[in-house]
């Protein structure tokens, strides 16, 4: 639990810092991003933190990849 405290604090610190400058030069699409990422690694984080199994994205990316790959060593073999 104090892991998970600690964690939404670093993030608030990082939102404190952060957002004042984004809202001050008007740039709503980086303060948008920057949320949307922010959230997410801090939703990892915390995740992480409880021990979750998260997913590594390698596997989604061999996964995608591999009929191509299959068939390049097809032709290999041949």
């Known amino acids: 639990m104090l892991a998970i405290a600690g964690i939404l604090a670093f993030g608030a610190v990082i939102v404190w810092m952060e957002v004042p400058y984004l809202l001050k030069n008007k740039r ?3 303060l948008w991003v920057f949320s949307i990422l922010l959230t997410l690694g801090l939703g ?3 995740a992480k933190s ?3 199994e ?3 994205p390698l596997e989604w990316i ?3 990849y591999r ?3 299959n068939y390049v ?3 290999l073999e041949s």
Request: proline fraction near 5%.
């Open 28 to 30: 709503k699409k980086d």
């Open 44 to 46: 990892l984080a915390v």
């Open 54 to 56: 998260i997913a590594n």
């Open 73 to 75: 060593f097809g032709l």
């Open 50 to 52: 409880m021990r979750a």
């Open 62 to 64: 061999a996964l995608l």
């Open 67 to 69: 009929p191509l790959s």
